[in-house]
């Protein structure tokens, strides 16, 4: 599974970041902060321009973070994929087929040893490391999970968008608009 080669998966906050994306050649983005009452709309604006979305489920507003909300999401909308922090919402994604992607945060040792734990036992097709600009953390979880990594989070510069895919990372999610025309070969 990859995105077509993107380097960069643009993340949408707004309605003005939707349209920049729709009018972007990539393919593949995430939708983040958003309500449940604007995805009809959205998602129907995203076919149109034959995109597609994965949606940050822990990140929109009106719908509980479960598996009952995957399903939802799935039969109303079909989603390219589910991002979440949820052991339960990862596993509904991968038994929907859709991406399955954990998003991890680099809290401490402590916390990055329980995610590794937890990733290890749900197998999601890839991890969302926040922030994203670690680039031998993302060297690390690469090697102890063999899971593709996105790097995500505090991302600022083109410069921090090649270390991160030089370390490994498979994309960088970003909403910095600035960013979202920028592409490194992977090698």
Not at 49 to 62: A, E, F, P, Q, V
Not at 80 to 105: C, E, M, P, W
Not at 154 to 171: D, N, Q
Request: net charge positive; hydrophobic share 40%; glycine share 6%.
């Amino acid at each position: 599974m990859s995105f077509h080669g993107q380097s960069v998966l643009p993340a949408v906050r707004d309605m003005k970041q939707l349209e920049r994306f729709l009018e972007s050649d990539y393919e593949y983005g995430v939708l983040l902060d958003n309500q449940i009452g604007l995805l009809r709309g959205i998602m129907k604006e995203v076919s149109h321009h034959n995109k597609k979305l994965i949606i940050h489920l822990d990140l929109i507003h009106g719908l509980k973070q479960d598996e009952y909300a995957v399903d939802f999401l799935c039969q109303e909308f079909k989603p390219a994929g589910i991002i979440s922090t949820r052991t339960n919402v990862i596993l509904k994604a991968k038994q929907r087929g859709i991406y399955a992607i954990q998003r991890v945060f680099l809290l401490d040792s402590t916390a990055l040893k329980k995610s590794y734990e937890i990733i290890k036992k749900v197998k999601p097709d890839y991890i969302e490391l926040l922030p994203g600009i670690v680039p031998h953390l993302i060297q690390e979880v690469a090697a102890e999970t063999g899971i593709p990594v996105l790097a995500g989070g505090l991302i600022r510069s083109e410069e921090e968008v090649r270390k991160a895919i030089e370390s490994g990372a498979a994309a960088v999610t970003t909403s910095n608009k600035k960013l979202w025309n920028i592409s490194f070969l992977k090698s």
